[in-house]
T-cell receptor, first 113, second 114 residues
Framework: LAKTTQPISMDSYEGQEVNITCSHNNIATNDYITWYQQFPSQGPRFIIQGYKTKVTNEVASLFIPADRKSSTLSLPRVSLSDTAVYYCLVGDGVTGGGNKLTFGTGTQLKVEL | DSGVTQTPKHLITATGQRVTLRCSPRSGDLSVYWYQQSLDQGLQFLIQYYNGEERAKGNILERFSAQQFPDLHSELNLSSLELGDSALYFC?????????????FGQGTRLTVV
């Protein structure tokens, strides 16, 4: 089971770019890296997913180095509404083993004016 | 709206009682996951079903059980409830059963045990 390590919290201001790094040293060959966002009392919401290099969608970018032992979620020009907990997950891509979708402690991002 | 429906939204019950939480996955999704989130424990994975079969098990207590029915909806049964079982219970669904499939979460059921 690939374990992830993220900073517990981060602070930023509106309009800034925020980069949250996740460490996953024992990631398996078949594992994907996925990031979720969670607001208080709501279910987590998928942000972005990648396997290697860089992935970009309308809300974020995900940078994954060649060794895949870490990944960085980049949120461009954050706003107050981006204040949330961000989770990095590494999929248990084990044949027939199911998918435990294990969430770590996440990173509490606080965006201020 | 994620397309995942959980009922009820709120539930208040007494210690020692039994409750059933229900989850309807998104149309076409075969996997259902259950999570418990309490203030001091974060999001704890409980169990996953895929097309009616149990696929992965997390830290689910023996007092808790779940199943996925032929129509793919799932139920989480919690019995002999204790005060510490008070939490938000989330259901999620995905098309596949691997780590590279996006999961969609419901709005949760808030369980309060008094």
């Amino acid at each position: 089971l690939a374990k992830t390590t993220q900073p517990i919290s981060m602070d930023s201001y509106e309009g800034q770019e925020v980069n949250i790094t996740c460490s996953h040293n024992n990631i398996a060959t078949n594992d994907y890296i996925t990031w979720y966002q969670q607001f208080p009392s709501q279910g987590p919401r998928f942000i972005i997913q990648g396997y290697k290099t860089k992935v970009t969608n309308e809300v974020a970018s995900l940078f994954i180095p060649a060794d895949r032992k870490s990944s960085t979620l980049s949120l461009p020009r954050v706003s107050l509404s981006d204040t949330a907990v961000y989770y990095c997950l590494v999929g248990d891509g084990v044949t027939g083993g199911g998918n435990k979708l294990t969430f770590g402690t996440g990173t509490q991002l606080k965006v201020e004016l | 709206d994620s397309g995942v429906t959980q009922t009820p939204k709120h539930l208040i019950t007494a210690t020692g009682q039994r409750v059933t939480l229900r989850c309807s996955p998104r149309s076409g999704d075969l996997s259902v996951y259950w999570y418990q989130q309490s203030l001091d424990q974060g999001l704890q994975f409980l169990i996953q079903y895929y097309n009616g079969e149990e696929r992965a098990k997390g830290n689910i207590l023996e007092r808790f059980s779940a199943q996925q029915f032929p129509d793919l909806h799932s139920e989480l049964n919690l019995s002999s409830l204790e005060l510490g079982d008070s939490a938000l219970y989330f259901c999620a669904s995905s098309v596949g059963d691997r780590g590279y499939t996006e999961a969609f979460f419901g709005q949760g059921t808030r369980l309060t045990v008094v």
